[in-house]
């Protein structure tokens, strides 16, 4: 996993800020703010998760079926390992 050991820096600022959100998103539901904020903070959430899963996976794609010494065995396998996993994802 080369990709997320060079940007490990910046891929942690990004969880952190996910995390300061989750808990903007809990402190608004505990002080019943309204429900449009709410709305807004899982948006928000929603998008920076959404984000962070597209780094990382350009970063696996390029750095996993670009490389040239993968051989086309390899490839089919980390095809596959994608795929399932964007089904899963997306569901």
Known sequence: MAHTIKGKKQ????VRKIKGQAAAL??????????????????????????LMAEVMEGHIRDHLGADDVTAEQRQVEVDQIATLLRSYLK
């Open 11 to 14: 891929l942690l600022t990004r």
């Open 26 to 51: 809990e402190t608004a539901l505990d002080q019943d703010k309204d429900c449009l904020a709410v709305l807004q903070q899982i948006a928000a959430i929603r998008g920076a998760v959404n984000g």
